[in-house]
């Protein structure tokens, strides 16, 4: 069912970093991350479509395990459109917060965000609430309780191409 609903073409955008970034001063890392921004996100995000609604969705990792970032485009159907997909792999969470604002700063009609508060992403969402709001940015924990109350309706959008 996911394979079938899969989009092709969609851009995914990789930032890797080398461990010693971790320990570069803090001005270069800021204006290192921030020059990728401005080279690769900022083509993208000029692109979307300024009068739909736009939310993101944050799963968080650091060295094994890769944050992702996905933003989602709402259709005047209500259909779910990716316009691009950022993974960072052994980027310092600081420079995972830069990522993270620049890309909901820049989205058009920004409605919500879904962060993954479970062990690494708890600051990462904390940091989001903060910045934006907890209306407009949820930290998730996830639990048998959220499977249970959510697993059906993703089901359902799937099924139904939503």
Known sequence: ?????????VPVLRLKRSH?????PDHQREKDILGWCDDELAPLLADLDPHLQHCLGADYGRVSDL???WPLAISRTL?????????????????????????????PRFVASKH???????SMAEAAQQEFGPLRAEAI?????????????LKSAFEDGT
Do not use: C
């Open 1 to 9: 069912m996911i394979e079938k609903r899969a989009a092709h073409g």
């Open 20 to 24: 010693d970034f971790t320990f570069w």
């Open 67 to 69: 944050t992702v970032l």
């Open 79 to 107: 259909r779910r459109i990716t316009p691009f997909v950022v993974e960072m792999r052994t980027v310092p969470f600081d420079a995972q917060r830069l990522v993270q604002n620049y890309i909901l700063k820049r989205l």
């Open 116 to 122: 993954d508060a479970t062990g690494l992403g708890m």
């Open 141 to 153: 924990m996830l639990s048998v309780e959220w499977y249970r109350e959510n697993a059906q309706p």
